[in-house]
């Protein structure tokens, strides 16, 4: 018996993201300078373009967009980088996960205290459990460019919270809100012509 209309919209799969990163943070330096050089070199090049332009200056605009291609390709070749999936999870289990690790008093003592008393600025979670917590829940594997055999699944908030340990800040803020967007952004399209 065919599937009803109803049965296949419940089992819809979840949304979910892949965020790749430089395995050595070094390198995502690296790749973010060569990635600019060759953006800038695109453009100066592009300004070039015209019936007017000297064809000696488009030829060293061009030359000039290879070789930032060539200085990118080279940084993108010799990068390790690693990924991390994510799938989303109910909303109602973000928030459960929300409210299962508040912040703790010295938290909310040190965010006044860089607040100048403000309260506005108190963290609404544990800044320590909780984001260990919802990625352990959200990630489904983490696999890593330099051996395609290789992948980490199931992991405990302990082994999240090893995992993430060194990463920046701005690292740590992409996890944990694309975590807690897959959960809540709209899959909403417009209008594509089928009904």
């Known amino acids: 018996m065919a599937d009803t209309l109803f049965d296949r919209l419940k089992a819809r799969p979840s949304r979910s993201a892949a965020l790749t990163f430089a395995f050595d943070p070094n390198d995502g330096a690296r790749l973010t300078a060569a990635r600019t050089q060759l953006d800038l070199a695109r453009r100066v090049a592009k300004s070039f373009e015209g019936p007017d332009a000297a064809p000696a200056t488009i030829v060293a605009a061009q030359a000039a967009v290879e070789e930032a291609q060539a200085a990118y390709d080279a940084a993108v070749g010799d990068a390790v980088t690693f990924t991390v999936h994510l799938r989303a999870l109910k909303p109602s289990r973000v928030q459960e996960l929300i409210l299962a ?8 003592k040190n965010a006044r205290a860089l607040a100048k008393g403000d309260p506005k600025g108190d963290p609404n979670v544990n800044e320590d459990t909780y984001l260990p917590a919802l990625l352990s829940e959200a990630i489904t594997r983490v696999t890593i460019s330099d051996d395609p055999k290789a992948k980490l699944t199931d992991l405990t ?3 999240v919270a090893g995992l993430i340990e060194p990463c920046s800040q701005g690292d740590l803020i992409v996890l944990g809100t694309t975590t807690e967007n897959l959960a809540s952004a709209s899959t909403q399209v417009e209008a594509l012509g089928k009904s």
């Open 157 to 159: 908030p302990e082994q």
């Open 101 to 108: 690790h508040p912040p703790t008093q010295k938290q909310i």
